[in-house]
């Protein structure tokens, strides 16, 4: 097979189903050799089955190659089997595709520990893991000269960056994924890797009771192809970016940055501070809505 990112070797995390299956499936077609790892979890992380097999059968059916992989991501030794079963299988890694997850929604009032910790674990150490394995590989190759054209693409959601009122848990790993990649793209960027993110939106099972059923222009499908594009040789520009996708529409995220400020030169009395916070939040753009749009401005 033939296409823009042949003969890469590739990782998608969470590929036996949704948006995974999508990206894995893409990959094959567009030329790469993919790791397919799926621990086979139900949307709350519970649970194995070997769905990532089926996925590694469609892409040799097409003519492609993959392998599966039944790792879970959190866990820190398995993350580096993961990685090394790459390089053991294919000869190398080229890219690491972050994108398993889990949902336990629940407003924060009644939200248990557990329900906090599985899901920061899944999303937040299971980006983490991989990304810390496949990084010191890269530093590795580095180190020893070569030049790399490595990527790392993590996978946030308007959840986090935006905010979604019932997802205090979800949330707060996915903006932690967008914080991390920002950093990893700073960090990696000496060794010729770059790191992005997409937040996407698709008709899943793990959006199957957040989406109005028969909406249009949400197939996991669709997410597939920007994530191929920054997997390729093309995309070695982009680095350290955060991008919003759903159906055919892509945007950039623009990030936190420092908006109307003041300085006295010393310390406040807190008192002084009711003439002056008030009139910076009035300046201020607002917080972009849940959508990311930021209400007032067009883009
Ligand atoms: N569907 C959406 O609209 C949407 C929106 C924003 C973000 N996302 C993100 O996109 C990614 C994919 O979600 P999806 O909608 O395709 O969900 P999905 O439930 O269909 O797929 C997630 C996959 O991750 C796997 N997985 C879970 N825990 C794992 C672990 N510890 N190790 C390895 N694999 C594990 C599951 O078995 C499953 O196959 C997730 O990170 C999700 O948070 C999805």
Known sequence: MSGIVEG????????????????ALEFARQGAKVVVNDLGAEVDGTGSSGAAAEVVAEIEAMGGQAIVNGEDVSDFDGAERLIRSAVEHFGDLHVL????????????????ADEWDAVIRVHL???????????????????????????IINTTSSSGIYGNPGQGNYGAAKAGIAGLT?????????????????????????????????????DPDD?????????SAEAR???????????????VAEGWHAGPG???????????LGAVIPALVDKAAPNALTNGRVPGRED
């Open 262 to 272: 003041v300085d006295k030169g010393g310390r406040w009395d807190p008192a002084e």
């Open 182 to 218: 920002v950093i990893a793209a700073r960090e990696l960027e000496r060794y010729g890797v770059t790191v992005n993110a997409v937040a996407p939106a698709a008709l899943t099972r793990m959006t199957e009771n957040l989406i109005p059923a028969g909406t249009t222009g949400a």
């Open 125 to 151: 150490r299971g980006t983490f893991a991989p990304l810390r394995h496949a990084a010191a590989y890269w530093r590795a190759r580095a180190k020893s000269g070569e030049r790399l054209d490595a990527r």
């Open 8 to 23: 890469r070797v590739v990782i998608v995390t969470g590929a036996a189903r949704g948006i995974g299956r999508g990206h």
């Open 223 to 231: 997410i597939a192809p920007l994530v191929v594009w920054l997997a």
């Open 97 to 112: 595709v972050n994108n398993a997850g889990i949902l336990r929604d629940r407003m924060l009032v009644n939200m248990t």
């Open 237 to 251: 520009g982009v680095t350290g970016r955060v991008f919003n996708v759903r159906g055919g529409a892509i945007s």
